[in-house]
């Protein structure tokens, strides 16, 4: 039986809330966090390394009164996907001219900026930005609001180079590079061949700390193994989800096509507490399982069989496996700098985690 332990959760949900992207060092010090965990509990796990690709920049520079100044651009173009509408090319060519009155089209320069302010000014075609301590919370809030101006950092020595006016060409240059990521792959003691299989994803937004998305999703499947290891459960933390899924096509490939594990289930733990956040909906697949468990939940919630958006759960809903996800609408500050501990529903959290438990219970009788 599994009986959610809230005080645990919402302490692991403190110990990870911090930018996480995948195949970063925070990445990896939260891997390190986890292990530190789960060994304490007997149980097993390993590591599935992967290559993916990651698209950077290699140049970036501006040319100002036949000067070439390099400088360095906050856009994190793994993020920005070309379907979201943000620029017809990953690489960025302007021409235009220097000035911060917001009635002009133009290129704004500041010695400092909140990145909130830049979603504001509806006239900015660039920023170019002195002394910016965090650039990838600027790329996050312009993400989350889908709004992309490109904007770059300068150093200190090259301000005298800019003066109102001033004819401005800002280039940036991209290539694909390949890199290496990682699932974390947690097993029970109860190793039979048809598992239920809980996944969350570890890595988070650029510079979003992700308690919601998707820190609640690894704290309770950490208290789900912790609690259950003699159930027959395999527990992944997937990485690059924020990238396209990249960690659980990676895993069901290798495992579930390729070795032949047949889930039982599979849970997918993933957003749906942040303060605001609209009523609870839960996705079961197949519908005559939906139509079996729909009664163990509350009456208001919804209950559906459509298996939607960009989650880790299509990979494996693309093959048939039955499906839960308890869910909810997000008031988008998920993939934002917003999405912080102090922006947790406490009282959503309690109920995600019952309808879970809920789930699981009905899954071992």
């Known amino acids: 039986m599994y009986q959610p332990d809230i005080e645990f959760i919402r302490e692991m949900i403190k110990k990870l809330s911090f930018p996480r992207v995948a195949s970063s060092d925070d990445e990896r010090k939260a891997f390190a966090i986890v292990e530190n965990e789960i060994k304490k509990y ?11 690709e990651w698209r950077e920049s290699y140049e970036a520079y501006l040319m100002c009164n036949n000067r070439r100044i390099d400088v360095t651009s906050t856009m994190d173009y793994n993020f920005m996907n ?4 943000f620029s017809e090319s990953y690489d960025t060519h302007i021409e235009s001219f220097l000035s911060n009155d917001k009635a002009k089209k133009a290129i704004r320069f500041y010695n400092f ?13 660039a920023f170019i930005i002195e002394n910016c301590a965090d650039s990838s919370q600027i790329a996050c809030k312009q993400l989350s609001m889908e709004k992309y101006i490109p904007c770059v950092l300068i150093s200190n020595k090259d301000r005298e180079y800019f003066r109102e006016n001033d004819k401005i060409h800002l280039n940036i240059k991209t290539h694909i590079t390949m890199r290496s990521f990682r699932n974390m792959i947690i097993k029970s003691k109860n ?12 890595d988070t937004f650029v510079g979003s700390p992700g308690a919601s998305d998707d820190t609640f999703g690894v704290a309770i499947g950490i208290d789900i193994m912790r609690q259950c290891g003699n159930e027959n459960i395999w527990m992944i933390l997937f990485t690059g989800e924020e990238m396209g899924r990249l960690g659980s096509i990676d895993f069901v490939n290798r495992n579930i096509i390729d ?11 993933d957003s749906g507490i942040e303060k605001g956040s609209g009523g ?6 197949p519908k005559r399982l939906a139509d079996k468990m729909a009664n163990l939940f509350e009456k208001e919630y919804i209950v559906g069989n459509d298996v939607f958006s960009s989650n880790d759960a299509i990979p494996f809903h693309e093959l048939g496996i039955p499906i839960f996800w308890s869910w909810a609408n997000s008031p988008y ?6 999405d912080t501990l102090d922006n947790i529903d406490q009282n959503q959290l309690c109920k995600m985690a019952e309808n879970y438990s809920l789930a699981l219970n009905h899954l071992f009788s």
């Open 259 to 269: 070795d032949g594990v047949k889930p039982k289930i599979y849970m997918n733990i």
């Open 82 to 85: 070309l379907e979201w509408g």
């Open 280 to 285: 609870i909906q839960i996705t079961i697949t």
């Open 191 to 202: 190793k039979s061949v048809a598992p239920i299989i809980i996944g969350a994803h570890i």
């Open 333 to 338: 500050r998920a993939h934002s700098i917003d």
């Open 42 to 52: 007997g149980l097993d796990f390993e590591y599935q390394f992967y290559e993916g």
């Open 113 to 125: 900026i909140e990145p909130r302010d830049i979603c504001d000014d509806l006239n900015a075609v």
